[in-house]
């Protein structure tokens, strides 16, 4: 079984602070000293070791190894993999709070990405509402209509919320084939030098959203 650390609530602000999950991630991966957390961030000497003395003072980070390169000691940091962050010690008053608070941020970097690229494509976009469904339909699209032949073409671009009445068996299985797919994605790997990140959010709940 996997060692796990709990966070208090200094350490929870800390690790759910959107600017320092790429920090994290770093040193949870190995163990780095604050010249390779420099590079690696693209970030200024100075401002490295200070980010670097926030997680060590607040026990989220600890001193790996020191090692000695030209007879000088040069510390290396790392961040255990694991954390669980009770609710209860973030700012959040309630769960739904800290949900919103860790994905609202993400959808919204997601929609930002998604405007660019549609807006590479032509300049005037806009918002088609129809009635046509249970919970109505509000779609992308320009003057002419929705933009279906783009969404439907194959261009690497989606914008998507659906709603479907399912029994229980079929929305089991609709979260397999999800996570299926999920899993075949996470295991490719592109050689291409100008291959780009692309994010992908799932989502399955029970009730409709209008």
Same mark, same amino acid.
């Given at each position: 079984?996997?060692?796990?650390?709990?966070?208090?609530?200094?350490?929870? &602000? /800390?690790?759910?602070? %959107?600017? +320092? !999950? @790429?920090?994290?991630?770093?040193?949870?991966?190995?163990?780095?000293? =604050?010249? #390779?957390?420099?590079?690696?961030?693209?970030?200024?000497?100075?401002?490295?070791?200070?980010?670097?003395?926030?997680?060590?003072?607040?026990?989220?980070?600890?001193?790996?190894?020191?090692?000695?390169?030209?007879?000088?000691?040069?510390?290396?940091?790392?961040?255990?993999?694991?954390?669980?962050?009770?609710?209860?010690?973030?700012?959040?008053?309630?769960?739904?709070?800290?949900?919103?608070?860790?994905?609202?941020?993400?959808?919204?970097?997601? &929609? /930002?990405?998604?405007? %660019?690229? +549609? !807006? @590479?494509?032509?300049?005037?976009?806009?918002?088609?509402?129809?009635? =046509?469904? #249970?919970?109505?339909?509000?779609?992308?699209?320009?003057?002419?209509?929705?933009?279906?032949?783009?969404?439907?073409?194959?261009?690497?671009?989606?914008?998507?919320?659906?709603?479907?009445?399912?029994?229980?068996?079929?929305?089991?299985?609709?979260?397999?084939?999800?996570?299926?797919?999920?899993?075949?994605?996470?295991?490719?790997?592109?050689?291409?030098?100008?291959?780009?990140?692309?994010?992908?959010?799932?989502?399955?709940?029970?009730?409709?959203?209008?």
């Amino acid at each position: 079984m996997t060692v796990h650390r709990i966070a208090d609530g200094h350490q929870a &602000a /800390l690790l759910l602070d %959107a600017d +320092l !999950r @790429a920090l994290l991630g770093l040193l949870m991966r190995d163990a780095r000293s =604050a010249g #390779e957390v420099a590079r690696q961030l693209a970030v200024p000497l100075p401002r490295a070791s200070y980010l670097l003395g926030k997680l060590l003072q607040a026990g989220v980070a600890f001193v790996e190894r020191v090692d000695r390169r030209a007879g000088r000691p040069v510390r290396r940091y790392r961040v255990p993999g694991r954390w669980f962050i009770p609710y209860q010690v973030t700012s959040a008053e309630t769960l739904e709070a800290l949900l919103l608070t860790q994905i609202t941020p993400r959808m919204e970097r997601m &929609a /930002l990405f998604g405007a %660019a690229q +549609l !807006r @590479a494509q032509q300049p005037n976009w806009g918002l088609w509402l129809s009635g =046509a469904e #249970e919970y109505g339909s509000l779609e992308i699209g320009d003057e002419v209509g929705p933009a279906t032949a783009l969404f439907g073409s194959e261009a690497p671009i989606m914008f998507t919320i659906a709603t479907s009445r399912l029994s229980r068996t079929q929305a089991e299985e609709l979260k397999r084939r999800m996570l299926r797919l999920v899993e075949e994605c996470s295991a490719w790997k592109s050689v291409d030098e100008e291959a780009s990140e692309y994010t992908f959010s799932l989502m399955l709940v029970k009730g409709g959203v209008a």
